[in-house]
């Protein structure tokens, strides 16, 4: 259940209300809005009903959430989120990019695509140290190591870092050198890790499991923000279905679904979506049309010789081209929705 406390809502009105709510054994989680505070009841069901809170000086309404996952529904927080990472905001109207190669290879490697990742506009370098591969004969990562050249590409070019962590027992080791952990698809559904990172201070890209529904991962979700952790976005990267032309399925419709079922900041990842390069401008043009709050985009100085995704990775001239094009296309629609 969420209570919406009236705009007039005194702080004493509104201590008064939490206390109600744990006198009894319920969890508050508190949203303090621009005009209202609004706080959201975890708990057993009957314990909530019997409340009656609605009674309470300063409450305007109570309103019970149907979705089984709660904290990141937009019944709980009708506003749109948006996600701070380190000044760069997510979900605030600015597109968003996340770009870089499938793994950190080299040092080399790293900064020189980190180099061309800021010239095109990028605010944020991808990278993964640690890869979860689905052959256990390719190439794994350079795990710390790949981690210490993350940070100094971050001190070259003053990217934001986001990368990926696999383990739970490695949350903190990760968060010491990025601004954003990364859960992969494969890990969607690893709810130790999701725990951990949720009790983490550092902000969360959630991607989509290879084969979940919507629903599961609003509720993979659902399980880092009840630890405490809000600085949650979400990133469509496909899913598998019997096609295979194309790596994954990009399934576009789930921004809009999830910018309906949720206030949580939604990106798009066309590289993994759809596993060949040149798929990945006309997808990323769609997704910044359909709504996304952000792309992530493989780039890669040499694609060919990669280990790791060179199919779907850009090379430096395509990249710089698709940068042009879908600011130009972000810009262009917010000249139509003012
Ligand atoms: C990645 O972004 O590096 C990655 C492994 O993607 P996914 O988890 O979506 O497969
Ligand atoms: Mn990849």
Not at 60 to 85: G, M, N
Not at 145 to 153: K, P, Q, R, W
Request: aromatic share 6%; charged share 20%.
């Amino acid at each position: 259940m969420v209570i919406v406390m009236n705009p007039t809502a005194t702080a004493e009105q509104i201590k008064r209300v939490i206390g109600r709510v744990h006198n009894v054994g319920l969890r508050t989680h508190i949203v303090e809005g621009e005009f209202r505070t609004i706080i959201g009841i975890i708990g057993d069901k009957k314990t909530i009903m019997s409340l009656a809170v609605e009674a309470l000086e300063g409450v305007e309404k109570a309103v019970p959430i149907s979705s089984s996952y709660k904290l990141v529904s937009r019944d709980f927080h009708p506003q749109s989120s948006v996600v701070d990472v380190d000044g760069v905001k997510i979900g605030g109207g600015a597109l968003v990019v996340m770009g870089g190669p499938c793994a950190v290879e080299s040092r080399e490697q790293l900064l020189e695509a980190a180099e061309i990742v800021k010239a095109g506009g990028a605010q944020f370098l991808r990278g993964g140290a640690y890869k979860p591969r689905t052959s256990p004969y390719a190439f794994q990562g350079l795990e710390e190591e790949g981690l210490v050249y993350l940070a100094e590409a971050k001190a070259a070019t003053g990217l934001k870092i986001v990368t990926e962590v696999t383990d739970a027992n490695a949350v903190d080791l990760v968060a010491n050198y990025a601004d954003m952990l990364q859960i992969g698809a494969r890990n969607m559904q690893n709810f130790h890790l999701l725990r951990a990172v949720g009790r983490s201070s550092k902000p969360v890209l959630l991607k989509r499991g290879l084969s979940a529904t919507i629903e599961e991962w609003l509720h993979a979700a659902e399980y880092i923000v009840n630890e405490g952790n809000y600085n949650v976005v979400l990133c469509e990267r496909g899913i598998r279905t019997y096609e295979e032309y194309t790596r994954n399925t990009l399934d576009l419709s789930a921004v809009g679904a999830l910018k309906h079922l949720s206030h949580l900041p939604v990106i798009v990842d066309p590289s993994h979506g759809t596993g060949k390069w040149h798929l990945v401008r006309p997808m990323s043009m769609a997704a910044v049309a359909a709504g996304a709050d952000g792309l992530m985009i493989e780039v890669h100085p040499n694609p060919a010789e990669a280990l790791s995704d060179g199919p779907q990775s850009l090379n430096p001239k395509n990249y710089m081209s698709l940068m042009n094009d879908v600011y130009k296309l972000s810009e262009f629609l917010k000249t139509q929705s003012e």
